[in-house]
């Protein structure tokens, strides 16, 4: 089979910026000075959304790949412990580590060794397909809530 055209699409959708907003447009223009704020109604931080994202991302990656992997406990290994003074050094170093291991999520997808409908040696019943969805699914997700916290904070 082939599958260019899949990959090609689970590309795109990794990256985001089709039915919502980018990762590089949002990610790439944060504001150290609004990533420690909550809106009244926001349960989370944008430095706590962004680290979870990173955290999750490299836990799916990290658990596809290798199977020495070790989770993080639930639910506290999946977000930061504090939620410091934000800086632009610290800022620029989680959404590099983000970026990085996204990286690392769309090679595996441009890899034609890895049949992406196969299940994962050591993945409970998963597929890499399940595991690359999961990645852009989660991703989504937590991107929307960084943009309802920043347009509540910008409004």
Same mark, same amino acid.
């Given at each position: 089979m082939d599958d260019? /055209? &899949?990959r090609k699409e689970l590309i795109e959708l990794l990256?985001?910026?089709q039915a919502h907003s980018s990762l590089e447009a949002v990610l790439n223009d =944060? $504001?150290?000075e609004l990533c420690n704020k909550r809106p009244l109604g926001i349960t989370r931080s944008v430095y706590e959304e962004l680290v979870h994202m990173r955290l999750a991302q490299e836990d799916i990656l990290r658990y596809t790949l290798d199977p020495a992997w070790v989770s993080p406990e639930w639910p506290d290994g999946f977000w930061p412990s504090d939620n410091d003074e934000m800086t632009e050094e610290i800022l620029?170093?989680?959404v590099s580590q983000f970026f990085s291991d996204l990286d690392e999520v769309i090679a &595996?997808? $441009?890899n034609p060794k890895?049949? =992406?409908t196969a299940l994962i040696p050591?993945?409970?019943g998963h597929t890499y397909l399940r595991e690359v969805l999961l990645v852009a699914d989660?991703? /989504?997700y937590h991107l929307g809530k960084i943009v309802r916290t920043l347009s509540q904070l910008s409004g």
């Open positions: 260019k /055209a &899949l990256k985001g910026g =944060l $504001k150290p620029s170093n989680t &595996l997808v $441009k890895f049949d =992406l050591h993945g409970e989660h991703n /989504a």
